[in-house]
């Protein structure tokens, strides 16, 4: 049985309204392993980032969290938000965490360890905790995603 409302009823909400019955939407679709559209899949990971930021570590967005193909539709959807400056952090972030190894694949993005492969070095651990803190901070884009997503979501499925 569906708690959640229909997409189409929920795109007739807006602001708090529209963010909770899409989140609820969502989080339905992923709890009962439904193929979500890419449109679905994009809102969920930029709308969960603040999330799992602030449940999980800044780190385990990398470490634990978000695969190699989740990193890269997080930061296509930030620009697409046009949040270019939280996608660029996101995208340093990432290279930060990667080592600036460009094509990696999957399975090495998986397998690296982060406190020896690549944020051993202080400068590079420094600025990676920087942009978490910059991510977090008052005015930061991040807490425009809510109403980009609906914006978005509402030109793509309206």
Do not use: H
Not at 72 to 100: P, R, S, V
Request: hydrophobic content about 40%; overall charge negative.
């Amino acid at each position: 049985m569906s708690n959640s409302l229909p997409l189409d009823r929920i795109l007739q909400l807006s602001g708090t309204d529209f963010n909770i019955a899409f989140y609820d939407y969502l989080t339905e679709r992923k709890s009962q392993e439904s193929a979500m559209s890419p449109i679905e899949e994009e809102a969920w990971l930029v709308l969960t980032l603040l999330l799992d930021i602030e449940m999980e570590g800044f780190i385990d967005l990398f470490y634990q969290l978000y695969s190699l193909r989740d990193c890269d539709i997080i930061e296509d959807c930030l620009k697409k938000l046009g949040l270019q400056k939280l996608a660029t952090q996101f995208a340093e972030a990432k290279f930060l965490y990667t080592g600036g190894r460009n094509g990696i694949t999957e399975v090495d993005f998986r397998g690296i360890d982060p406190w020896i492969d690549t944020l051993a070095d202080e400068t590079a651990a420094a600025r990676f905790d920087a942009i978490g803190n910059e991510i977090l901070a008052e005015g930061s884009e991040i807490y425009l995603v809510d109403r980009r997503v609906e914006i978005y979501v509402k030109e793509c499925f309206g």
